[in-house]
């Protein structure tokens, strides 16, 4: 067990919109990889980070208050990052399934 946490409902906290952010880098030298690991680690916005293998390097999930707070987060926050070459965002509009964890059989 990792850890326990409350399952909160972002909507009802203000944050209306979660966006899927796909950041290609320009460089994926281990040291470059690991210094955007290490500043999107500071970001509240960024609620899961994933490096990817293929054209795009890492998969952000983003959540934010509305479409105008994820567009400054987006050029003043992310697009001006160290090594960042572009973005692609993708807006949630329902989520159909979110389970944590993983599934453990019972037999």
């Given at each position: 067990?990792r850890s326990?946490?409350?399952?909160?409902?972002?909507?009802?906290?203000g944050?209306g919109?979660?966006?899927?952010a796909?950041?290609s880098l320009?460089?994926?030298?281990?040291?470059?990889?690991?210094?955007f690991e290490?500043?999107?680690?500071?970001?509240?916005?960024?609620?899961?980070?994933?490096?990817l293998?293929?054209?795009?390097?890492?998969?952000l999930?983003v959540?934010?208050?509305d479409?105008?707070?994820?567009?400054?987060f987006?050029?003043?926050?992310?697009?001006s990052?160290?090594n960042?070459s572009?973005?692609k965002?993708?807006?949630?509009?329902?989520t159909?399934?979110?389970?944590?964890?993983?599934?453990?059989?019972?037999?």
């Amino acid at each position: 067990i990792r850890s326990y946490h409350a399952d909160l409902d972002a909507a009802k906290l203000g944050y209306g919109i979660t966006v899927f952010a796909m950041v290609s880098l320009r460089s994926q030298a281990e040291s470059d990889l690991k210094a955007f690991e290490d500043y999107v680690g500071g970001l509240a916005e960024v609620r899961e980070c994933y490096m990817l293998n293929g054209e795009i390097d890492f998969l952000l999930k983003v959540v934010a208050e509305d479409w105008g707070s994820y567009q400054k987060f987006l050029t003043t926050r992310l697009t001006s990052a160290p090594n960042v070459s572009h973005v692609k965002s993708m807006m949630v509009f329902r989520t159909a399934k979110q389970l944590p964890g993983v599934s453990i059989p019972t037999e």
